[in-house]
């Protein structure tokens, strides 16, 4: 027997069709004695029709004075594919129930549209499981402690589902997305990109960091805190897929690096011809963090050691490239810097993997591959599993191909 | 000030438009000190969209096994109307909350698909109100105490409206529809029919039961329970309406009778030539009690006193005449019946009024009409405040023309 939470999402349960062939693959992969909570988002394109119906209303529905409504109101949305999938179940013959978020117990903080769990109590699941039910659990809400209904924020259904299995106790927590596993690198920018068999917690939340789109930090957190193996596998096929796991169990945990991350989505800014004296630093980044502007990958450099005049480098997520300019130029005039440089035509290229702790040859073998490949490298961070290299982002492809090629031969 | 509860249907909050000019109707009438509770049905055509995806699932969605998943679908219907009446409050500058039915404390028992209020919770409902919150309640539903979501039966909204103004010991409740109120007949068939400003609950009850379609029968009852004058008025324009009410505070309670109703939707049954002896009557009328269907007016005339025979004559409901068939063809054989007559041409006119209580002039002032106009009475049958004529289907609209101007000359 194994208690099983499986998450699907809205691409898969956007028609009645396709919500009876979620029900009839659960069933088919199903041990008699499994105790199955399935979690699922809202029929695909039903949350932006609730917004376009908000829309009638307000042409702004996004605003602050509306965030309760819009939550009561986007809500159904999940409410109808669980009724839909409680339904389906039934009808191939299985006695299933759905639950709202409240009902599941998920407890939230009471921010609107963008709510975090506080704690889950997950009561009535167990006592439905016990009837002999799979429940469908609607994804991406639950109810702050006043009854209200509140929406999580982004990656909210993975979250809901990582969360719930913690507080079941599941055995495992199954992903069902449109890609079948984590990948040594993105599969459409790498032709012979492996699938990884298991990664940990810590290296997926580093490869979402570093540009990797499977899963969302949040969920993975969530898988850590309560060490629930999460398995992304695919809705379109039954293979195995990637686990994400505190350690690995299997051989293939030799390999010294996981995965090759790429971003496309940055923008380097450089103040330069700084005068180098304390404060210079904490005035440009203190500005930027208030105006809620993360900073990754920063380089301080000399360019005068005599005048003791510097240059400040760093990168910034694409589309905070608006806001930070605004910030830059005014703090470039309070400090008397020479001049702002933008760049947008740069990609961040990383390397990830534990394996690396310890072994300093890793870093070296990537910078030789991209040396090999003719790529220069503008910046490099690193963190204790990471190396991230900033380069030209027409040289992008040939950068991630070229340092997949030095880790992944064979 | 004062605390009302007004209800508004599906088809006065079918558009995001119509959404807006009810929020703002509301606001226009609302005194600066009046609490304001608004209960909604879902928006239009929301409820049949909902059943047409779960007839996705299974082309029988109202089997029994799949009715507690109906209720959970269903309720999204007058959760997404909510929503938007509440944000529509708020667009136009007035604090406003959305309730659920079973956020706004409306217990039911468990029988999903028709539910019954088995009691009222409202404390959520007056904490906003004292926030100054105009309050949006869900119609039409409510929770068990399992928290499942549970509708309510036919009337659900009307009868959800008049049980939280009785909870609330509201002031009124104000029913708003396509009609502007309560007429002495149906405006359709009589063209000098006139509006009523107050009817008593038994009054309104009897009619609704003889044919008068403007309210369900439940949310009467609810009010009388209640004690809580409901205000019929129309959607459409803001003149006073028609007040249900235990009894009359205006002068013009001083009509013999209240109204003429008529129902065409009656079909006759006739059980000719059975033998007169104990018990022949219990095994028609049990049998068809048993297959659930309601008889109406019942007449047993003598047919051969000497032979013992008689005749057995009865209406039912149209929409029951094909069950009622193979019922009473299966009795008449057993009972050794000489034939079975149906005809389906027939209507049925009533006359109400608590006035006529002790008036024995009234009832023969109905018959004198009918015959100045040439109108055969078929079968008779009373009750304490009430008149009811079978007669030819073909001539109802003289029949209840000619008895208005009996008793609303002028």
Do not use: W
């Not at 030799?254 to 991350?261: H, K, M, T």
């Not at 440009?284 to 380089?299: E, G, P, R, S, T």
């Amino acid at each position: 027997m194994a208690l099983i939470v499986k998450k699907f999402g809205g691409s898969s349960v956007a028609t009645t069709e396709k919500i009876l062939n979620v029900a009839r693959r659960i069933l088919s992969e199903k041990n008699p004695d499994d105790k199955i909570v399935v979690v699922v988002s809202a029929m695909g394109d039903a949350t932006d029709n609730l917004i376009t119906l908000a829309e009638g209303i307000d042409n702004q529905p996004y605003r602050a004075q509306y965030s309760r409504e819009m939550d009561m109101l986007l809500t159904t949305g999940e409410q109808i594919s669980i009724a839909l999938l409680a339904m389906a179940f039934q009808k191939l013959g299985h006695h299933a129930i759905s639950l709202t978020g409240a009902m599941a117990g998920m407890r939230t903080n009471s921010v609107h549209t963008k709510g975090r769990i506080l704690g889950i109590e997950p009561a009535r699941v167990i006592e439905e499981l016990n009837r002999g039910n799979i429940v469908v659990v609607a994804g991406f809400q639950g109810a702050d402690k006043f009854g209200n209904p509140v929406t999580l924020g982004r990656g909210g259904s993975d979250t809901s589902a990582v969360a719930l299995a913690g507080a079941l106790k599941a055995d495992e927590c199954e992903i069902f997305t449109d890609v079948d596993g984590v990948y040594s690198a993105d599969p459409r920018v790498v032709k012979n990109a492996r699938k990884m068999r298991e990664i940990t917690y810590r290296e997926m939340l580093e490869l979402a960091r570093l540009g990797a789109g499977v899963m969302q930090p949040r969920s993975v957190e969530m898988g850590q805190y309560f060490n629930i193996p999460i398995h992304v596998r695919s809705t379109f096929n039954d293979k195995i897929g990637t686990i994400i796991r505190e350690d690995y169990t299997l051989e293939d945990k030799d390999f010294e690096i996981r995965g090759v991350a790429h971003d496309q989505k940055v923008a380097k800014i450089a103040v330069l011809g700084v005068e180098n004296v304390p404060g210079v630093a904490h005035k440009i980044f203190a500005a930027l963090a208030y105006a809620n502007i993360d900073v990754d990958m920063i380089v301080q450099s000399i360019r005068n050691l005599e005048r003791n005049i510097t240059d400040m480098v760093f990168t910034i997520a694409l589309n905070d490239l608006p806001e930070a300019k605004k910030v830059i130029n005014r703090v470039a005039e309070e400090i008397n810097a020479a001049t702002v440089l933008i760049e947008e035509d740069v990609a961040k290229v990383s390397i990830v993997g534990a394996g690396m702790l310890g072994k300093p040859g890793i870093a070296a073998r990537m910078f030789g591959a991209l040396a090999s490949a003719d790529v220069n490298i503008d910046i490099i961070s690193t963190s204790e599993i990471s190396v991230s290299c900033l380069i030209k982002a027409s040289q992008l492809t040939e950068a991630v191909n070229a340092i997949h090629d030095e880790f992944f031969a064979d």
